[in-house]
């Protein structure tokens, strides 16, 4: 499924009809209200409980979840949601995210979840209807003539997550592979086939950096340009500048490659190293071995470091042949992630 239609739509508020804000109901939950940012550790109670269960290899910061709290675009008073039990616990969380530059496509995100400890009662289903009529509510404020998404990821590990989406309307669309690279096996030297360095990244770049990564991933999967205070949250978080690089034709950014480390994760997944977050050519410098060559620095980086492997998720059936690049480079798989969607 692709974003672009290839006719002109009407805009979002005369497809999607604005439902009533569903008020979630459950007896285990003695109440339920926005969040605020007083609410920063309860929300990241939840949700590290929930990353220990489905996805333990990559657990949320503190620092991320007050990033996605405090974002200028989320409305706290209507795009969040906690739920407590009768004793102050924190029983659930949820966010209805809509990133704000939207060029080809309107996306409303739908984060977090129910805390392991209280999975199987239904609370759930509370949650996810008040997420989805949010969603459908803000895709009926556009005046955007665009496609409209209520997404919605479930991991492998998370059989239940994705009955759940899909019971309430969600359809599975894409498939997003995990994999890893040792790094005791050797990194090949690569040589770009055109006139390009591979520098590190450096802060001068960023700007560089920053639009170069949004036209290189425009004809990727759902994808969007990141907004200024998105990719500042970005190089804020767990963003490690002597593990990334970028190649430049001249001056001008050609590819790039960015990587985060959270030493938190390294106990669960029980190996050190870098996540590839971010790799990529811009369209004018593909076929020119930029790629290999900026993933071959990163590798040989970490190594250095004397970490143990490099890991990054890709889209099964990226149109600009990743996952093959990938697997030549001696990635293999070890776990999938499920992309859902309800599509106006």
């Not at 609370?123 to 665009?146: N, V």
């Not at 990194?187 to 001068?204: G, K, L, M, N, S």
């Not at 050190?272 to 790799?279: F, W």
């Not at 990529?280 to 790629?291: M, N, V």
């Amino acid at each position: 499924m692709h974003e672009n239609s290839g006719t002109e739509l009407s805009p979002l508020r005369e497809r999607v009809s604005a439902p009533p804000t569903h008020r979630p109901a459950h007896p285990l939950v003695a109440e339920w209200r926005p969040a605020t940012m007083d609410d920063v550790d309860a929300v990241l109670d939840v949700v590290r409980a929930i990353d220990a269960v489905e996805h333990p290899n990559y657990l949320a910061t503190r620092e991320e979840v007050e990033e996605e709290l405090g974002y200028s675009f989320v409305d706290r008073e209507r795009d969040t949601l906690i739920g407590f039990a009768a004793d102050g616990r924190p029983v659930a969380a949820g966010i209805v995210l809509e990133p704000p530059r939207q060029e080809t496509l309107v996306r409303e995100f739908l984060n977090g979840g129910v805390h392991p400890d209280f999975w199987g009662q239904g609370i759930g289903r509370e949650l996810l209807a008040w997420q989805i009529a949010r969603g459908q509510q803000k895709l009926a404020a556009s005046e955007k003539r665009l496609p409209g998404w209520i997404v919605g990821y479930a991991d492998a590990r998370a059989p239940q997550r994705e009955r759940l989406l899909r019971h309430a309307g969600l359809e599975p669309v894409r498939y997003f592979l995990s994999l890893e690279r040792s790094l005791a096996e050797p990194v090949p030297e690569v040589v770009p086939t055109e006139d390009a360095r591979i520098v590190p990244y450096t802060t001068e770049l960023s700007a560089a950096v920053h639009a170069a990564r949004d036209e290189a991933f425009l004809d990727h999967w759902g994808s969007q340009p990141l907004s200024d205070e998105q990719w500042e949250t970005f190089l804020s978080g767990t963003f490690r500048a002597d593990v990334s690089f970028v190649a430049l034709a001249g001056d001008e950014v050609a590819g790039f490659v960015l990587c985060q480390v959270n030493e938190e994760d390294w106990v669960s997944q029980g190996f050190t190293g870098a996540y590839i977050s971010m790799l990529g050519t811009t369209r004018a410098h593909r076929g020119k071995r930029i790629a290999p060559a900026l993933l071959a620095a990163s590798m040989t980086a970490c190594a250095a470091l004397g970490w143990e492997r490099s890991t990054l998720d890709v889209d099964a059936e990226n149109p600009s042949g990743a996952l093959g690049l990938y697997t030549g480079m001696g990635f293999t798989e070890t776990n999938r992630e499920t992309g859902l969607i309800l599509a106006y």
